[in-house]
């Protein structure tokens, strides 16, 4: 049987999947708090759109996508410099890694294929494993980045000879509006929130972050260690908790939304029971 969450209050810091992740923990018994930590910001990248299509136009490029909204942004950027065509033609001709599932979702709408894809939980991890498996040396490679930032692997690449080029297309910062995610950390430091469901690893540093601001570190590392049952989505999100000071008490096997919020029920359902 399906554990539930018996009412528990289960702060959420998405945005963009809010009403998904929130839907599940209801259907699951809980109460979600929605408060968005992050918004997207389209970053000025024509040049290096420009750049990475003359990578592809030349042939035999390696194109690696750890996002679909990056790749989305690099398309319609394309295509306002009137080179949308040319991409496309370029990316049918170069070897297309993707990390998770999110571009792949993306090329196939767009009549493209992913040549690779990374195995779950789609981390770093399993895209350098992946792409260990093909030969870069001497050729162009074009890296697509999340709005993380993260240069890790154009970096990899570069030191195993390709020609490692960077595009950022958007990047993530605090909401316009940081009030919510301000009571949200007194809430939490005052024992109204049972759990915290982070997503990804910028949820967790913009909550620190504003935490921070407040003076209130020390009080919400003390609730989320002591108090608040912490839940990452998958590894790297874990990671960056445990970095924060805060290690999740609930990472499930599989980094997607049913399932974390399955293990979150679970452990909640046995803490109660012991």
């Not at 789609?122 to 490679?141: K, Q, S």
Request: hydrophobic share 45%; proline share 5%; with cysteine.
């Amino acid at each position: 049987m399906t554990e539930s969450l018996r009412g528990a209050r289960v702060a959420l810091l998405e945005s963009r999947r809010e009403s998904e992740l929130a839907s599940l923990v209801r259907r699951h018994g809980g109460e979600p708090i929605c408060v968005p930590a992050m918004r997207e910001v389209e970053c000025e990248c024509s040049r290096e759109v420009a750049l990475g299509i003359d990578a592809v136009a030349r042939g035999g490029a390696v194109v690696v996508l750890a996002t679909g909204v990056g790749l989305e942004r690099w398309l319609a950027v394309a295509t306002a410099l009137d080179r949308g065509a040319e991409l496309r033609e370029g990316l049918l001709r170069s070897t297309v890694v993707c990390r998770g599932p999110k571009p792949v979702a993306v090329l196939k709408r767009e009549g493209l294929q992913a040549h690779l894809r990374a195995p779950p939980p789609h981390t770093t991890t399993e895209l350098l494993a992946l792409l260990e498996t093909i030969d870069v040396d001497g050729r162009d490679a074009v890296y697509v980045q999340d709005g993380g930032g993260s240069t890790e692997v154009a970096d990899v690449l570069s030191r195993r000879g390709a020609r490692a080029m960077v595009i950022k297309p958007y990047g993530w910062a605090l909401p316009e509006d940081v009030a919510p995610l301000k009571d949200l950390v007194r809430s939490i430091v005052s024992g109204g929130v049972d759990a915290l469901a982070i997503t990804t690893q910028v949820q967790a540093a913009n909550l620190f972050q504003m935490a921070s601001e407040m003076e209130a570190g020390a009080d919400l590392v003390g609730a989320l260690r002591t108090r608040v049952v912490v839940a990452a989505v998958g590894p790297t999100s874990a990671r960056a908790l445990e970095g924060l000071g805060a290690p999740p008490h609930v990472v499930p096997e599989q980094s997607k939304m049913g399932p974390l919020v399955l293990a979150l029920a679970a452990y909640m359902a046995g803490a109660a029971s012991r």
